[in-house]
């Protein structure tokens, strides 16, 4: 997983994509399903990366089902996401404004709450520039060095 990860944050995006593929493959057939969300979530940012926008969603929209069927509510958040990108992307509003309904009805994905409620970035519960709902919660958490 990580070496997928650093070939697409390298711009190798064949490599990753060929990797990543394989990997997924291997996880489906010893089905582990916190291995397929996973790569699936990346496959879908890869090819959306690679201007292959379609497969991308498709991608995506796998690591979107299999958290739902095994209880894994955060990955289908980042399924949720990347779908109501890729479709944006693809001019398809309606789908992307669908994805971004219903990621929103579901928990927070623990370590990922942070950068859903970044400051630059707006959401269709709050808009860009709103003030940080969870200004309070940071404030308690302890720095780090």
Known sequence: MNQVFALA???RLADADRLGTIA?????TDRIPIAQIW???????????????????????RARTSPKSNGFAGPQRMGLG???HLSAMLGDVATAQDALTRRDALPMFGFLAPNRCSP??????????APMRWRSWNARRPMRP
Do not use: K, M, W
């Open 120 to 129: 630059t970035r707006g959401s269709p519960s709050r808009p860009a520039g």
């Open 82 to 84: 990347g779908v109501a």
């Open 24 to 28: 997924a493959e291997v996880a489906a």
């Open 39 to 61: 790569f699936a979530i990346n496959l879908g940012r890869i090819a959306g990366l690679q201007g292959r926008l379609a497969t991308g969603r498709n991608r995506a929209s």
């Open 9 to 11: 944050d390298a711009g």
